[in-house]
């Protein structure tokens, strides 16, 4: 018996199925979409939420070019300010609790009001390593200071 990988294997497919017809999946994605437009924070599986990233960027890029309507275009400049790399961000959550344990992710908007769900490290003096660090440095002082050489 020979062990293969499917999953490294597409056979031509470009996209995720998700187990639905063509129409099914995009509506789906539309739905997806749609959901990160208004609530700027959705919770999916991570295939799903994955799949969505794309399709939300692009709608981004093409919102960005320009409209007539000064409203929606006052809101995208906004909401829309320039970002290095894409205009989301996809974070890893604890898997689904339940019969699927489905591997789950958060997709939001970068810029969003929404406080944030992974938390800055600072870069404290008060770490570990930084008092290691500091400690050194003040013997390396006295050090020098004993043998009168400059540090």
Known sequence: MRLSVAAAISHGRV???FGLSPRSRLDL???LVTALVRHERIETPWARADEMRGYAERLIDYAKRGDKDE???????FWLTP????YTRLL???????????????IEL?????????RPRRD?????LNQLLKGYRQDAQR??????TPV
Not at 71 to 77: P, S, T, W
Not at 143 to 148: M, T, V
Request: glycine share 8%; charged share 30%; proline share 10%.
């Open 83 to 86: 970002h290095p790399g894409s």
């Open 124 to 128: 404290s003096d008060k770490t570990l």
């Open 15 to 17: 996209y995720r199925r």
């Open 92 to 106: 890893q959550i604890p898997n689904r609790d339940g019969l699927d344990r489905a591997k789950m992710a958060v």
């Open 29 to 31: 994605l539309r739905n």
């Open 110 to 118: 970068k810029g969003n009001p929404l406080p944030p769900l992974v």
């Open 143 to 148: 050090a020098a200071a004993a043998r009168g």
């Open 71 to 77: 409203r929606a275009m006052r809101m995208a400049d």
